[in-house]
């Protein structure tokens, strides 16, 4: 799933739910540092103040020890 997510991410880099999803993916496993990346990359493809909050409280979790 991850690799198909990085592939269209790579093919259409402005795809929001892809980035978003990926972002996902990647905190589910833990992977914090690419979660955040892509948390990061979603937030200004989506340029959206309610979508902001959610996904600033997503990165705040995955930065806590």
Do not use: C, H, M
Request: no cysteine; glycine share 4%.
């Amino acid at each position: 799933f991850r690799s198909r997510l990085l592939k269209v991410v790579n093919n259409d880099p402005g795809n929001l739910e892809a980035n978003a999803f990926l972002a996902d993916t990647y905190a589910a496993q833990g992977k914090k540092k690419e979660a955040i990346r892509f948390y990061e990359i979603s937030k200004r493809l989506a340029n959206n103040p309610e979508y902001e909050k959610e996904v600033n409280e997503r990165i705040r979790s995955l930065e806590q020890p």
